[in-house]
């Protein structure tokens, strides 16, 4: 029997029992489909993580303290201070822009309105250049204003909405902590990054947070002390020389040995890794839920041919009797299995694409079907055709004629 | 008739289910010779192990002692693959319950024994062609494309013969073929056989129909496993109905009488 001729064969038992064919097909649709969407779906959402980090602006570098305390009454040792921006904007090469990040929290009132739990960002005129931030209204403030503590503020979109509504926030004065701050500019809509909400901050210089928002008992031992620095590296320059210098800057400034500094350097290409080995360990987990309803479908195919192969006895004896070899008969009942599979598989694959579309379209979360996922459950559902077809074939082809034939 | 050269010969041919205690010798040395052209029926009790006897003819079972030559060749030892292909050149058979798959038309149902050919494999527009002579010969021309199903059980009875004729072979092998049969339609059917072996086809078949036995030439009685009688047969005269079909060596005739 040529090859031609089983899958003939193959197909017209499959189609004489259509109902039966497409349910125990349903399985390898689903499990095939699934697999698909569920990496779509969680490709879609690497990707949005990672245009996320990457809308951190370009080629970052956050140093961050590192604090250890003494001891109770004991001064705080080491952390980052106000300075080593400077420092590293004088000394090191190959920087582009720096601003440090120091936040406190801060009731905002303006005429009737309040806002608790305002967080206030102090912080550096670089700002805008080295978060990638655009200013949509007025402008950010200025060296000058930096130096002077002068008492003025930006306001992110939400918040500005939050305040003023319709109207026109710049000139208008605020109260922050009941201090009274201008509005000299309101930052262009930039939205959720990394789960920060650029929108809902307000930006001051950091020698106003210094001043007036450091809370008082916090005052004493913070000092000019800042939570983080953040890095813009030159384009052209080398992100490790960077990396390096700033370490041996920083540590000969805190007078801290390189194995165990007070401070924490992460570039953002740190951060995309690990985020991306979160992710991936997540759509590989996802994969492997998919995969099993996959096993679950091969398991009705199984189960399908079993049934198929006693209910068909007589045929293979009959075949038997007539010329068919052990080895015919279990290529025919393999066939069939692999060509269950395999429709299943392609029915599946064109389920999962629409699948991905559809709860893309529906749920307005990203999807993005990822080539290789096709491949994979696709021959994965081969795979399980020849595996859990494997064995009713196998029953097939041994059983006797002579028995086969009185079958009833 | 004895010049004709030896078709089947079994030498001390045993069949033993079971072991020990519970034992069971369903074929018990038989010894037997049937030439080239012969009809034999194979006639006995139910129990005697007529069955066993002609599975092993078949090449469907395999004896457990003696030997089994057919066509010259010790087929004893073979191996199910080996007796498979045994099966496809040189044997047709035909059975009580017709056997035909029930998805499959009557002409389907005809090519069948082709498509597990091995030598001399013929495409499928010629096998077609042959199966539709095949089907013509037994008087089926107008009924290829019918399934089982919309057969009367003689009619399902003549595919069947037209299937077991297919791969042209050296032995046909006929279980019961009239057992499911009403009296008309057992008429045609051996009508038929018997014009089958004047052409010169070698048939060996089981029935325990006397009547039916009689047709034939030659009666092997089986008793206990053992061969217990052995007796040519005044064949009866011309089959008094016509059989309803041409025989495959007269293939050129279109016109059928149907009945």
Redesign the interface.
């Known amino acids: 029997?040529n090859y031609r001729?089983t899958v003939k064969?193959a197909w017209?038992?499959l189609l004489?029992n259509k109902l039966r064919s497409l349910l125990t097909m349903l399985g390898v649709i689903i499990g095939v489909a699934a697999v698909i969407v569920m990496i779509s779906i969680s490709a879609g959402t690497e990707a949005t993580i990672s245009e996320a980090i990457h809308g951190l602006g370009s080629n970052l570098v956050f140093v961050s303290s590192a604090l250890t305390r003494g001891g109770p009454g004991q001064p705080v040792q080491g952390g980052l201070v106000y300075d080593d921006m400077t420092a590293i904007r004088e000394r090191v090469s190959g920087v582009a822009g720096v601003a440090v990040d120091q936040q406190a929290n801060v009731t905002v009132k303006y005429g009737n309105v309040t806002l608790e739990n305002v967080v206030i960002v102090g912080t550096t005129p670089d700002y805008p250049t080295v978060r990638d931030v655009q200013v949509g209204a007025g402008r950010f403030f200025n060296e000058q204003e930096q130096q002077r503590a002068q008492k003025v503020v930006v306001l992110g979109k939400t918040v500005a909405e939050q305040l003023f509504g319709e109207s026109d926030p710049i000139g208008q004065n605020i109260n922050v902590n009941n201090t009274k701050l201008t509005v000299i500019g309101v930052l262009a809509a930039k939205g959720l990054v990394s789960g920060t909400d650029f929108d809902q901050l307000i930006y001051t210089p950091i020698s106003l947070v210094f001043q007036k928002f450091t809370p008082s008992q916090f005052a004493r031992i913070m000092g000019d002390r800042v939570r983080q620095i953040i890095v813009s590296v030159d384009p052209n320059a080398n992100m490790d020389e960077v990396v390096q210098q700033i370490t041996i800057l920083l540590a000969n400034r805190h007078k801290v040995s390189l194995d165990a500094p007070d401070f924490t350097i992460r570039t953002q290409a740190d951060i995309i890794q690990a985020q991306e080995s979160t992710t991936s360990s997540f759509r590989t987990l996802l994969g492997w839920v998919a995969g099993v309803s996959l096993i679950v479908g091969g398991i009705g195919i199984m189960n399908i041919m079993l049934v198929s192969v006693t209910e068909r006895t007589?045929?293979i004896?009959?075949?038997?009797?007539?010329?068919?070899?052990?080895?015919?008969i279990q290529i025919q009942f393999l066939t069939e299995a692999l060509m269950l599979s395999l429709l299943g598989g392609l029915v599946g694959v064109l389920a999962g694409i629409g699948g991905s579309w559809l709860f893309g379209s529906l749920s307005g979360m990203r999807t993005v079907i990822v080539p290789y996922s096709i491949v994979l459950s696709f021959s994965s559902a081969a795979l399980i055709g020849i595996f859990f077809g494997y064995m009713p074939a196998q029953k097939a082809a041994q059983l006797d004629?002579?028995v086969a034939?009185r079958y009833e | 008739m004895k010049e004709k050269p030896i078709l089947i010969e079994t030498i001390d041919l045993k069949k033993i289910y079971g072991a020990d205690e519970v034992q069971v010798n369903a074929l018990d040395g038989i010894n037997l010779k049937i030439y080239e052209g012969e009809f034999v029926a194979v006639m006995g009790p139910s129990g005697s192990g007529k069955s066993t006897l002609l599975n092993i003819l078949a090449c469907l079972d395999r004896p457990s002692q003696g030997r089994y030559i057919l066509n010259g060749e010790d087929v004893s030892g073979y191996n199910r693959k080996e007796l498979a292909f045994i099966r496809s050149r040189q044997l047709g058979f035909i059975f009580q319950s017709y056997n035909l798959l029930p998805r499959l038309t009557a002409l389907e149902n005809v090519m069948l024994p082709m498509m597990y050919q091995r030598e001399g494999r013929l495409i499928a527009n010629e096998r077609q062609e042959k199966a539709a002579a095949g089907l013509e010969s037994v008087g089926l021309a107008d009924r290829a494309h019918h399934l089982p199903s919309q057969l009367s059980g003689g009619q399902q009875q003549r595919v069947a013969i037209a299937r077991a004729l297919i791969n042209d072979p050296i032995l046909v092998l006929a279980d019961e073929p009239t057992g499911n049969l009403d009296t008309k339609s057992s008429q045609e059917i051996i009508d038929l056989l018997q014009r089958l072996n004047q052409r010169g086809r070698t048939i060996v078949m089981v029935t325990h129909e006397p009547d039916i036995a009689h047709y034939t030439e030659r009666i092997l009685m089986i008793r206990d496993g053992k061969l217990a009688s052995d007796q040519k047969n005044g064949r009866r005269g011309a089959p008094k109905i016509q059989p309803a079909a041409h025989l495959p060596e007269k293939r050129t005739r279109k016109k059928e009488k149907n009945r």
Do not use: W
């Open positions: 029997m001729e064969v017209k038992s004489s007589r045929e004896g009959l075949r038997q009797a007539v010329g068919a070899t052990p080895g015919d004629p002579i034939l």
